[in-house]
């Protein structure tokens, strides 16, 4: 199956309340508390137990009716899920679950391929409790496991212990100048190889021009790079001021605590598939998948 680079018009009927003005928050405020007791205050909440479809039902309602919330929804979360039939992963990881709306649409659709397991990698304990609580209800606790730490350490600690040696699948969707280190600290550990597919949220909205640039580079291009000295610290170029700064109040300053030179050898081929934010303003997932890697000669 190939998948489109382009998806139907955004469907209004699904409008998640738009996202607040710059300077409001939009996260971390206690909406996703309030989120977890309007699911389970739901009056068909026996129907919802162990239904993943019914549970994204009563988190997209609330996003719909009374707060936003930055979940993948239900566009974008369409490209990612005919990713996974197509890939069928046997695992797979997901930088950024937040209140595991992604967790539990990509779960299932994981489990429905005959998938194994599914491994949430998310920074804020507390938002971590409420996936656990949602993942719980949608039946999909043995399936699901969510790791609580930042992706980089999380990352290096499953690669060597043994648990994931090889990326299958990835979904990238949390911190946005990391997505970068984070695939160089997989490519270096050797976790990036043929067959490894990626699929990168927010790559238009609010965008993360150093990410499409390193994943759309030729090898000749990330050799000369690395010659010269880059892939230091985050990259913040072409990076919104807020996204930067959108989780120094609680975590404080963003620096990786891993830092890898990547591996630039490995040949990506990425393509953009335009859709939509849950919101319906645009944006754009990035799906690169890796086809081989060039011996240095
Ligand atoms: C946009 S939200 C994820 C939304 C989720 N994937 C969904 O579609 O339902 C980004 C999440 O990444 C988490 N995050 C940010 N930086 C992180 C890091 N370095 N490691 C792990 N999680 C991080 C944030 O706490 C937040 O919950």
Not at 1 to 25: C, L, N, R, V, W
Not at 75 to 93: F, N, Q, S, Y
Not at 106 to 135: C, M, Q
Not at 196 to 221: F, I, K, M
Request: charge should be negative; glycine fraction near 8%.
């Amino acid at each position: 199956m190939t998948i489109p680079s382009s998806s139907p018009a955004f469907d209004e009927s699904k409008a998640y309340i738009p996202h607040p003005p710059e300077g409001q928050p939009w996260f971390d405020d206690g909406r996703e508390i309030q989120l977890l007791h309007f699911v389970y205050n739901q009056p068909n909440i026996e129907e919802i137990r162990g239904n993943p479809r019914k549970v994204l039902d009563a988190i997209d309602e609330f996003a719909k009716s009374q707060q936003y919330l930055m979940n993948v929804g239900h566009a974008k979360g369409k490209i990612v899920t005919d990713l996974i039939e197509e890939v069928r992963p046997a695992t797979m990881l997901e930088l950024g679950g937040y209140v595991g709306y992604s967790t539990i649409l990509f779960a299932d659709a994981v489990r429905r391929a005959g998938g194994k397991r599914y491994l949430s990698l998310e920074r804020n304990p507390e938002f971590a409790a409420v996936a656990t609580l949602l993942v719980d209800l949608a039946g999909l606790r043995d399936f699901v496991r969510i790791i609580i730490g930042r992706s980089d350490l999380s990352l290096h600690k499953l690669y060597t212990s043994g648990e994931v040696k090889h990326v299958e699948l990835m979904f990238l969707d949390h911190y946005k100048p990391a997505y970068t280190t984070d695939l160089k600290l997989c490519e270096y550990y050797g976790m990036v190889s043929p067959g490894t597919v990626l699929a990168a949220d927010n790559v238009l909205s609010p965008g993360n021009p150093p990410y499409l640039e390193y994943v759309r580079s030729s090898v000749a291009q990330k050799r000369k790079a690395v010659q010269d000295g880059a892939g230091k610290g985050y990259n913040y170029e072409g990076i919104k001021e807020h996204t930067k700064n959108q989780y120094k109040n609680k975590e404080g300053d963003e620096q990786p605590a891993l830092d890898f030179p990547g591996n630039p050898n490995i040949v990506y081929e990425s393509t953009l598939h335009h859709s939509f934010e849950p919101t319906g303003e645009p944006d754009g997932v990035e799906i690169t998948k890796c086809v081989g890697i060039e011996q240095e000669s």
